[in-house]
């Protein structure tokens, strides 16, 4: 039997009875403030969950299903989010440091004021996701999907855009110095110039000048 507990009050939160959390099925589970750090959740199935404020700082979560789920101000740092499948998941405040989310699915997300410092993302759909204000900070964004996502006000100074499709995405106030964006497409639609693909300024419309 394994137990889930809360990270400051030690109060058990659930009961497993199985050995390993390895493609555990967690559906709904009402989780929040436990601490599941560094453990390997491979596969695991958190639909709907409530997992607010939980750590996952260097959990091995690659495949694992979080859709539905709440995990707001949930630590990622470092975590391993490799095809996680995070649709319509509210990660508002949640903490993603330095984790790899390499072929995630981040689609109708909620993200806002995030802070993906140093995160992979290549090819990740974060298409039609709310990503007001967060912080994307040098990290690595190739060829992600980011058709239709709210960026509004995102700092994605120094990050890695090369190939990212973001055509429709609402890039109001976004910072965007020292970024790379060879082939990237822009919000109406055009490629960015090889000639374009970085630049010291920070305003979007400057990538696609000729």
């Not at 967690?26 to 958190?46: E, H």
């Not at 690595?140 to 058709?147: E, T």
Request: net charge negative; proline share 1%; hydrophobic share 40%.
């Amino acid at each position: 039997m394994i137990e889930i507990k809360h990270a400051t009050t030690q109060d058990v939160l659930y009961r497993i009875e199985q050995n390993s959390l390895l493609d555990a099925q967690l559906d709904n589970a009402k989780i929040a403030g436990a601490d599941l750090s560094n453990l390997d959740l491979r596969g695991v199935t958190f639909r709907n969950a409530d997992l607010r404020d939980v750590n996952f700082s260097g959990a091995n979560l690659q495949g694992a299903i979080l859709k539905n789920a709440d995990l707001s101000r949930a630590n990622f740092e470092s975590a391993n989010l490799q095809q996680v499948d995070l649709t319509n998941a509210f990660l508002d405040d949640a903490c993603f440091i330095e984790a790899d989310l390499s072929h995630a699915i981040l689609r109708y997300s909620k993200m806002s004021k995030a802070d993906c410092t140093g995160a992979t993302l290549v090819r990740a759909d974060i298409s039609l996701a709310d990503l007001n204000q967060v912080n994307c900070n040098d990290a690595n964004m190739a060829h992600s999907d980011l058709r239709g996502t709210n960026l509004a006000g995102a700092n994605l100074n120094g990050a890695n855009l090369t190939g990212a499709n973001m055509l429709d995405a609402k890039m109001v106030d976004v910072q965007m110095t020292g970024v790379h964006m060879e082939n990237a497409i822009g919000p109406h639609g055009k490629m960015v110039p090889i000639h374009r693909m970085k630049t010291k300024h920070s305003r979007w419309w400057e990538f696609w000048k000729r």
